[in-house]
């Protein structure tokens, strides 16, 4: 089975400084790894995602996570936040096989201060 | 925009009532999964549905159960209503043409409140 670890519930940070969300997942199988974002009243945003090759992932917004297998990690960062970054993001694990679907972090309230 | 869209947005329902949210999916996209979502927590999985039939289930009730239909849209049925169903119900779709697991494309979701 799989399981996703979000040691932050929250992480408060002013404009424009950098930021670093946590992730980390246990699985026994090669892993698909995720970013989403949710603001407030939505559903969920595909941030990022490893899929396999370079372990440092690109994705919106200013965005980027590294894959780093033998810590079983996906931490999310950017190095400079705005305002609008104020959401809540989860990270995800996939095992990729059929009928299986994706396993979510509970989460991690970013809230940029200005 | 995912161009997953569900209705209703939100909905209030009684202990003991049935509900019917529903989902429609881009064309081509042939999977869709269906989650719950509790206030202040992850979204966990309900179950999937590829061309129309189960495919894969989490650990929900039989009272919850779904349907997927020939024109990519699809619904989540819940019999019973319990005050712990209150929370958002998102679906996610994903293309054909990707492998399972990989990326999955989430509606705006249906915030059902039991009382």
């Known amino acids: 089975a799989q399981s996703v670890t979000q040691l932050d519930s929250q992480v408060p940070v002013f404009e424009e400084a950098p930021v670093e969300l946590r992730c980390n997942y246990s699985s026994s199988v090669s892993v698909y790894l995720f970013w989403y974002v949710q603001y407030p009243n939505q559903g969920l945003q595909l941030l990022l995602k490893?899929?396999?090759?370079?372990?440092l992932v690109k994705g919106i917004n200013g965005f980027e996570a590294e894959f780093n297998k033998s810590q079983t990690s996906f931490h999310l960062r950017k190095p400079s936040v705005h305002i609008s970054d104020t959401a809540e993001y989860f990270c995800?694990?996939?095992?990729?096989?059929?009928?299986?679907?994706?396993?979510f972090g509970p989460g991690t309230r970013l809230s940029v201060l200005p | 925009e995912t161009g997953v869209t569900q209705s209703p947005t939100h909905l209030i329902k009684t202990r003991g009532q049935q509900v019917t949210l529903r989902c429609s999916s881009q064309s081509g996209h042939n999977t869709v999964s269906w989650y719950q979502q509790a206030l202040g927590q992850g979204p966990q999985f309900i179950f999937q549905y590829y061309r129309e039939e189960e495919n894969g289930r989490g650990n929900f009730p039989p009272r919850f159960s779904g349907l997927q239909f020939p024109n990519y849209s699809s619904e989540l049925n819940v019999n019973a209503l319990e005050l712990d169903d209150s929370a958002l119900y998102l679906c996610a779709s994903s293309p054909a043409d990707r492998p399972p697991g990989d990326t999955q494309y989430f509606g705006p979701g249906t915030r059902l409140t039991v009382l």
């Open positions: 490893y899929l396999s090759g370079s372990t």
């Open positions: 995800a694990v996939s095992d990729g096989s059929d009928g299986q679907n994706f396993v």
